[in-house]
Every structure is written in structure tokens, then in C-alpha cells.
């Protein structure tokens, strides 16, 4: 944990192990500009409100007369946060940031926002997102001379705005025309907060107003906890300026074809905010509808696989008119841990996180819907599990289509290999997780349930990714492989 102005730490961690067979949001961003408040207080609360887009580390920089204060450490909010280091954190401007890593690791060098001094004063960045182009950019500040200290692609940002000369914007419109991927940014300068939306706006920004100032937040949900008020999302290639003239708001870089993350309407986001002008929550119950016309099973239960799944089977007992019940009961408190358990618990997992309700179970055809399956790993043993407690039949349905390709913009999915639908038919995951039917959601149905065409990224389903083709191709490793492939980390 440190509490340094400008501090940096090479302090190492234990790999975090995962209980569950989700994909992983990279992180959560805040900007705050609010004169006569203390913004570091507010971001705490935006970020928790953020918790979980990233539980690895948290961090919040504020500045006061030109000069910065940053706390962070690892761990949650709540854990890295108390009323002594926050009240040390002066001023009413300030970042905040909750990671999970995918560029670089999870060490704390790499927590964020990453904070620098320079000519025009302290300047921090949180990210959300991933550089597919960062280890070139990395290659281009080496030779220009510039240290980097970190390995994560916020470190590039950082030192590219540092070194690109200008006024902030400018240096910002220079970023956008040579970042390629996914990035969210806020970022922090002696007297203003910036927010940047990459041209594709695969990952979410929106704009709150409060109290004679504005907010930036990756997701609507934090601005009820702090009091704000929802104006608008940020959108693609758009660069939003908080200051003492109030909002300035900017096309930054030309839009490129909309490539919203799919992923946040099935499953990251918190179901209480709002994704292109529309409640989560709601548009959850639609896919499990939507999964109900398309894959119709007789049974006798529809039982989500909570929580995330819940919605969803919501969704699809009131299409299929099958009547919803709890049939697994979740542990809350089984989640990401640095304690590497052993094989037997290592396999006993999702014993660990889920409990069957036999009463409701018992003699029943069961369908268990859940948001998403990556690798396979919890479906099966929840199956199991079911028919232990006494399902009669156990029919799965899944309210995305199959994964079959991993993300390069930010989001922790699986290599190729380990992604089940990118080995497998259907047929043989059904046979591999044991059900006694199993379907996905076709990508018609979905963007059907996101009342869409297009706009939607969706290359974890298809393999289509939003760059050109050409310079696609030497992009097919994962954000990990292609670092280590360039640096040997
Ligand atoms: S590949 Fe999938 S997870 Fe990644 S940005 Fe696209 S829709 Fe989201």
C-alpha cells in the first residue's frame, strides 16, 4: 500500500485465484470536479460503488494548489481506504480507479492512477481498457529515451500525454489518433479533470452533475451513491473537460464504427445502471426471454445461477411461464483471494461458492440459466449438483452466444485453448457439463434483446474484431502473450 505524493512501488503479490467461470472487467474509472467539496471523499464512494469491476486494487489522486496527493494499495476499496489516509487527500478535484489486471499484472507498480510530475504541473491517469498497439508504443518511448517504471499500457498514456506538448486537450487528440483498443480515461491535471471515450467506446464513461460541479464515472450506478445527477454517457472519440467553466465536451478523435461491449449488458455491469439509454436490469430479463422463444424446454423450474444469472432466468419464466425459483445458494463472501488453495479444494470450488435447495429441487425438471459459460469449468459440477439434490432432468440455458474468441480490449476472457466453445460443439458441451439439453443465445436474439442492429463489438462470439483485418492479424495474442512476446515478462 502506498501514500506517497507521486509515489511508485515494486512491491510484488501472490497471482489471485478466481472461484467462478466469468470473464473479467478490467477496471472501474471516477473523475470528480466538484469546487467547495472534498472530491477525494466523493470518489471513494463512486469507486466502491464500482467495486465490481476490479477488486485487485484501488486508488484515488486528488489536487490542492497545485499539488498532488494519491493513496492506493491492494485489495478492495474498503480495505485500501480509511478516514486517515483519505483525509489527506486534499482538494476538489480528483481521479480514483479499481483495477483488475490484464496488461501488465497485478503488482502494486501497476495500481492506478499512475501519477507524474511535469513542467505543467502533477498529472495522473486512471484507465479502463486495454491498448492492443501498447507494446509499440512502449518500443517508441524507450528509443525516444523515456524510463518506464511499470508494465501495465497506463504508463503509456501516461508518459505520451507528458510528452506530447501542448495544452491538455491537444496533447489528449494526439493520444486518441495513435492509442488503438479500448480506453476510458480520467485523468487529473493541477486545475481540471478530463475524460476521454476511445472512438470505438468499447468501454462505458457518463457524465453526473452535483452540487455546482461534475462527475465522470465508468457506470451510472455510482452517481445515486454520491448524489449526483446522470447527464449523459461520454460518447466514442469524445473528450469531456471538468473545470471552473464548467463542462466543456469535445469530439477528440473522428468515431470509428461503434464497438460497445457487448459483455456489459450480459454481465458487468451492475444491473442498476444504465447502458445506452437503458436499464441493465431490464435488459437482462430480455435476453432470458429472448433465450425462452428461441431454446423452449418442458420442465417444471426455471433456477438461475445467481446472482449474476438471475435476471436472466427472470427473463425466461416469464416468456416460458415455467415457474422461477431459487434452487442454488450462493456464498457472497467466496470471491477472488490471493490464497492459492490446494487441489482438493482447488476442485471442491464451486462447493465452495454454491449450495443446492433440495426441498425445491427434488423430482423436478430443472432449467438452470446463466449469463455466460467461459471455460466450462463451473457448469458441470453445477449440474452435479443439481441431480444430487434430486433434479429429474437438468436443461441449461445460456443467455449469450458461445465464446469462441478471446478479447484484446480489456477484458480478462480466456486464451483460445481455454475458451470450451472455441474447442467443442455444442453437442460435446453438453455432453462435457453432463446437462440433458444445452443452448446459447443466438447472436440474432441478442442484439433482438439490445434492441440493435449493430453498435456492438461482440468478437468473443463472432471473431470479428473491430480493427483492420490486416493489422488484426499480428494481433492475435492476448494482451499478456503479446507483452511477453515483446518484453519477456
Ligand atoms: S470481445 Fe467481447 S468482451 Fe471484448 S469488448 Fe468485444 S464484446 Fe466485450
Known sequence: MTHTPLGAHSESIPTMVSHDDH???????????????????????????????????AGIASCKDGVAHIHKGQGLVSSVFNEDNLSTLQGHLAI????????????????????????????GVAHNGNLVNAPQLRRELLERGIGLQTSSDTEVIVQMLAGAGGDWLSRIRVLMSRAEGAFALTILTRDAVYGVRDPWGFRPLAIGEIDGGHVLVSETCAFSTIGARFVREVEPGEIVKLSDEGLHVEQGAVPKKRAFCTFEQIYFSRPDSIHVGNLVHSTRQRLGRELARESPIEADLVVPVPDSGTPHAVGFAQE??????EGLIKNRYVGRTFIEPTQQLRDAGVAMKFNPLGDNLFGKRVVMVDDSIVRGTTSGPLV???????????????????ITDPCYMGVDMASSEDLIAGQKSVEEIR?????????????????????ADEGYCNACFTGIYPFESERFVQLRLSPKEQFAQVWGD
Open 96 to 123: 480514483g480507479h479499481t483495477r483488475y489486471s490484464t496488461t501488465g499484472g497485478s503488482g502494486i507498480r501497476n495500481a492506478q492512477p499512475q501519477v507524474i510530475e511535469t513542467i505543467d504541473g502533477p498529472f
Open 23 to 57: 470473464p473479467h472487467e478490467e477496471c472501474g474509472v471516477v473523475g470528480i470536479y466538484a469546487p467547495g467539496q472534498e472530491a477525494a471523499r466523493l470518489a471513494f464512494f463512486a469507486i466502491h460503488a464500482l467495486q465490481h469491476r476490479g477488486q485487485e486494487a
Open 384 to 402: 452435479a449438483m443439481l441431480r444430487d439434490a434430486g433434479a429429474t432432468e437438468v436443461h441449461v440455458r445460456v443467455a449469450c452466444p458461445a
Open 320 to 325: 416460458s411461464g415455467i415457474p422461477y425459483t
Open 431 to 451: 455432453q462435457h457439463i453432463g446437462a440433458d439439453s444445452l443452448a446459447f443465445l443466438s447472436i440474432e436474439a441478442l442484439m433482438s434483446a439490445l434492441d
